[in-house]
Every structure is written in C-alpha cells, then in structure tokens.
C-alpha cells in the first residue's frame, strides 16, 4: 500500500465535486487564494516588525538616548487594550 495511485485522484475529485458542485468550487479556490494572500501579508510584515525591532532597540540603549515613560495617554492608543472607563456599568 504505497502512495495514491492516479485512479485515487479521479475517485476524489469526483467526490469533492460531488459534495461541492461546480458552481461553488470557484468561490472556494478563491477565499483560500485571498486567505493565503492575506497571511503572507501578515508573516511578512510580522518580519519586518521583528527586525525593525531588533535594530530600534539597538538605537535605545545608545549613549545619549532619550527615555520616555508610559503614560495614560500611551495606552489609549494601544489596539485590543480596554479602559475601565471604556466598560458598559450593569445596571439593576
């Protein structure tokens, strides 16, 4: 019992058309092509973020660097990061 043989391709093509129908097949293939695309995107700018990073922290703790200390007003720009304030009060 070794790798699938052609005749096993055509028997699962035939299914997956089967169970899909040719009219959803395309609009499939393209939601996995934008998904794919879209993660690319994020990897490399994940990259890009990690090595801009690597050098910023470089600069950082350079002699002469300016320190800056966190603020209320930094952490309301923070995506994803939730005040009390922001928080809907239960009422009675």
């Known amino acids: ?9 055509i028997v699962v093509i035939a299914i997956v058309l ?19 695309k879209i993660f690319k995107k994020e990897m490399t700018d994940l990259r890009d973020d990690k090595s801009e990073g690597t ?10 660097a300016s320190t800056r200390s966190t603020t209320s007003s930094d952490t309301d720009s923070v995506p994803g990061l939730i005040n009390n304030r922001d928080r809907a009060t239960p009422t009675a």
């Open 18 to 36: 089967l169970l899909f129908g040719s009219t959803r097949l395309p609009g499939l293939a393209k939601s996995v092509g934008q998904s794919m």
């Open 1 to 9: 019992m070794g790798a699938m043989q052609p005749w096993h391709w």
């Open 55 to 64: 050098a910023g922290n470089a600069a950082d703790n350079a002699p002469g």
